[in-house]
């Protein structure tokens, strides 16, 4: 995060003094502040955790002057308020980006789903050619059409073959094992050849 080059330089020692009039433990605390606001960003999974740190004290510099005299209780609280706020923001502004870095694996997956389905397809087409042609014919009829058009087409194949339809499915399914066998062989033989 950029730094704001408007914050004043005294406003450093104001923040010190907040904290506590004993400087030596206002820069402990402010040590300890830094570290706990560091792991909140972490925990929170925030891109650039030290970069919100930095632009917690940026932003409490620049009012500290304004909420010190009113401000009652531990000033930290105030610090990890304005933290909420950061993340908040850091949240609603990340929901609007694609990180390049999010994408390109997801790209890469695609891709592999891609190859898969593709090896899929090819392995198919090949199974199909090693069964017998009116096997294959009446497996490309069976899985032709969708929806009530395939429930009526698959009545017209068992009155063609004149068996019933449920004898057309045993028929159907012992093919369907076979050629399910070998595109499982055949993906097997790629897998192995990569």
Not at 60 to 83: I, M, N, Q, S
Request: net charge positive; glycine share 2%.
């Amino acid at each position: 995060m950029v730094r704001n080059p408007a914050i004043p330089p005294e406003s450093f020692d104001e923040i010190l003094g907040w904290l506590d009039s004993n400087r030596d433990k206002a820069a402990r605390m402010y040590l300890q502040l830094r570290d706990d606001l560091g792991k909140i960003f972490r925990w929170r999974k925030c891109s650039d955790p030290d970069g919100l740190t930095d632009e917690v004290f940026d932003r409490v510099a620049l009012k500290v002057h304004e909420v010190k005299p009113t401000y009652v209780g531990d000033p930290r609280l105030y610090f990890r308020a304005v933290a909420n706020n950061l993340i908040k923001e850091e949240q609603k502004r990340v929901g609007t980006k694609v990180s390049l870095s999010v994408a390109e694996p997801r790209a890469a997956e695609h891709t592999d789903e891609e190859k898969l389905a593709a090896d899929r397809e090819e392995c198919l087409r090949l199974c199909l050619q090693t069964i017998r042609k009116d096997k294959r014919d009446l497996i490309l009829a069976y899985y032709a059409k969708d929806k009530q058009a395939k429930i009526d087409h698959r009545y017209e194949l068992a009155e063609q073959l004149e068996i019933s339809i449920v004898t057309l499915r045993v028929r159907v399914y012992r093919i369907r094992e076979k050629i399910e066998e070998c595109v499982l062989r055949c993906l097997k033989r790629k897998a192995e050849e990569k």
